[in-house]
């Protein structure tokens, strides 16, 4: 890679922006007043590095990129800020083989090579972005593989790096909209909109690769101890409906080790379904007793777990009081701005605002850890509009990516200054540069209850594995999706197919969807509770392994789930997007495809055992029947574990 960036090419341009946002998506325009490529004109050796210089053809005014060494990284950055200037393209050669990975979180690709990548956080894919037909033609079953052209799609958590099958990964300190354009065979382009500084490091392996990009981007720490014990059940509507569910789970001898209700503060009915009412505070008609139910729900090992985000409704007290403090960011007539997700409007806290802050990172502390709460999920991040005015007078457009990592910096500041880290967790799904650093897990979104390659349960494998390749270990989805959208249902099949999956995976937790009375639950009859005892038993069993691979994570940089190519140097490895490695030793060939009861299994070469019917398989390409309960699952033979990992099917 080295030798690449001594062939750099150097454009600038003069552009001007156009976003529109409707529910978090955005749409953006660029037009482009002034094209400028430069023509290299020399290269002076320096102490640490060299200086390629520039020189603009038409008025002879020179420019400079300085190549240095830092910390064991190469070091790339403009030696001074080039004025009247908005545009900075900086090509370099690629080779064709070439396989690219990362850039935050891609749901319909894993490899970009020949794509175009916008790094711009926003809502993914939601029915504003996909469009009437396309969704009419999912929920008929007509097209299940059809998706959108990639360049469409948008990403809850976009991040200006990226990784290369031929080792070495690249990453630009920069906040505002970029593009990573993998296009053209042998040359790659990267497009900024501020004078750009990145890195570049190099490895022998790819495990040697994340250890140097998470040791520059930071790492999570570990996780609690329980969340490994079995299954987190979606449960809501109320104390009496948490504790038939929980009987009724506990019964069919489901292993439950928590119990997630979004709608703690309470809830709004929609057109779009059942929500929570974002007013952070217990909800004490909807749930009595909360508070002494939590203590004892814990006391039998379950932790009980709620849901907050960076919006307050509008309706309620907590607004009234964030108003008339100025605690709300602002629109262009100094009044709060109110933002519309899915069908009603909210206000947005502003965080630039060192009050408004604290006053929120405080709800945190009190109103959900000081109640008894064990986790959460911290939700959005990523919807702040570019025409807002915030508090600290910065540009919001340049605020835009970075808010969801100051989200996840605030809620682990609360667990922090609580005493409770260890203890307490929290998930996110949008993210940023910094977001690797402060928050604590991901979930891959709000995949649609289906079987869509770009949304539904297909899609959860090359999310969780470009997060991982980006620098981000430690992933899990909702078993059974969120989204339903028209007359989109939940399947009993679908849910089966999904607890199967998420068994492998750090985190077991299920979701009722956005409409629950729509979708099928885990406890709509004897066949699915006894599949989830099943599936949570075998998560259970598998908690030493997921906490040493956790602990790898935390002290190495080395993600959890694994593409193939991570330990295989083979060329189907390199493509595979359908399958993974938990951990060195799993390999997960989940069921994808309505109906299927079998499914074609790529194995690299190795000595793999599967994991029900204890046959034995070199690698290679091979046909397996999977009937519900037994997915292809496949385990290492040499590794030191093997027989242990062998017994996890068996009830503990």
Not at 165 to 180: D, G, N, P, R
Not at 220 to 226: A, F, G, K, R, Y
Not at 381 to 407: C, M, R
Not at 420 to 445: H, N, P, Q, Y
Request: aromatic letters at 12%; proline letters at 5%; one cysteine or more.
């Amino acid at each position: 890679m080295r030798e690449r960036l001594e062939k750099m090419e150097l454009t600038l341009g003069v552009g001007e922006n156009h976003f529109s946002m409707t529910r978090g998506s955005f749409k953006y325009k660029s037009k482009q007043s002034k094209t400028v490529p430069l023509k290299r004109i020399g290269r002076e050796s320096m102490e640490r590095g060299y200086r390629l210089n520039y020189e603009d053809p038409r008025t002879e005014e020179q420019f400079s990129l300085e190549v240095t060494e830092e910390q064991g990284r190469t070091k790339v950055a403009f030696v001074s800020t080039p004025d009247g200037w908005n545009r900075f393209d900086i090509s370099f050669p690629a080779d064709v083989d070439e396989r690219i990975y990362g850039c935050g979180e891609t749901y319909s690709k894993f490899n970009l090579k020949g794509e175009r990548v916008r790094i711009w956080v926003a809502e993914h894919q939601n029915s504003n972005r996909i469009g009437k037909k396309l969704i009419k033609e999912k929920i008929l079953g007509k097209h299940p593989k059809k998706t959108l052209p990639f360049e469409k799609y948008e990403s809850y958590y976009a991040q200006p790096t990226f990784v290369s099958s031929k080792k070495y990964y690249l990453h630009a300190e920069v906040k505002t909209f970029t593009v990573f354009d993998f296009r053209e065979k042998d040359r790659t382009t990267l497009h900024f909109q501020e004078p750009p500084v990145f890195y570049v490091e190099e490895a022998e392996s790819f495990t040697e690769l994340s250890k140097k990009l998470t040791s520059h981007l930071g790492r999570q720490p570990e996780l609690p101890d329980w969340i490994y014990d079995g299954a987190i059940l979606a449960v809501q509507q109320g104390t009496d409906v948490i504790e038939e569910k929980i009987r009724r789970a506990e019964d069919s001898g489901v292993k439950i080790c928590g119990i997630w209700s979004q709608d703690w503060c309470g809830c709004r009915k929609t057109g779009f379904g059942y929500q929570v009412m974002w007013n952070w505070q217990w909800d004490q008609a909807l749930y009595p007793n909360l508070d002494q139910k939590i203590l004892e729900w814990k006391a039998k090992g379950i932790h009980f777990l709620g849901y907050i985000n960076p919006f307050i409704a509008i309706e309620r007290e907590l607004y009234k009081v964030a108003s008339k403090k100025g605690y709300c960011v602002k629109n262009r007539e100094g009044k709060d701005y109110l933002v519309t997700i899915t069908t009603f409007p909210a206000a947005m806290v502003d965080f630039t605002n060192p009050e408004a802050y604290a006053w929120y990172k405080n709800l945190i502390k009190e109103n959900m850890i000081g109640l008894g709460m064990s986790g959460w999920m911290a939700d959005f991040g990523e919807y702040l509009p570019v025409d807002s005015v915030l508090y600290s007078g910065e540009d919001p457009w340049e605020k835009h990516n970075e808010w969801p990592a100051i989200w996840a910096k605030m809620n682990r500041e609360a667990i922090e200054e609580s005493g409770k880290l260890g203890e307490v967790f929290f998930f996110t799904r949008a993210g940023f540069t910094g977001t690797i650093r402060d928050s604590l897990m991901m979930w891959t979104g709000d995949q649609h209850v289906d079987w869509s390659v770009d949304d539904g349960l297909p899609s959860v494998i090359p999310a969780t594995l470009s997060l991982a390749m980006s620098g981000y270990g430690i992933t899990h989805s909702d078993v059974g999706g969120y989204t339903t959208v028209m007359h989109m249902r939940r399947s009993k099949e679908l849910l089966m197919r999904w607890e199967e999956m998420n068994v492998f995976s750090p985190l077991f937790r299920s979701h009722e969807g956005n409409q629950p009375v729509n979708d099928v639950q885990f406890d709509d009859d004897e066949e699915l509770l006894e599949q989830l005892a099943f599936t949570s038993t075998m998560h259970a069993n598998l908690k030493w392994y997921l906490k040493s691979l956790v602990k790898e994570e935390v002290e190495q940089g080395t993600p959890v789930m694994r593409p193939l190519f991570y330990h295989y140097d083979e060329q189907r490895a390199y493509e595979e997007m359908t399958e993974y490695l938990l951990g060195r030793d799993i390999l997960v060939a989940p069921i994808l495809e309505e109906g299927k009861t079998e499914r074609n299994v790529y194995l690299p070469k190795d000595h793999w055992v599967h994991l029900f019917s204890g046959l034995e398989y070199p690698g290679g390409e091979i046909s397996m029947d999977a009937p519900i309960g037994q997915p292809p699952v496949f385990i290492r033979k040499h590794s030191a574990s093997f027989e242990r990992l062998m017994d996890i099917t068996k009830s503990s």
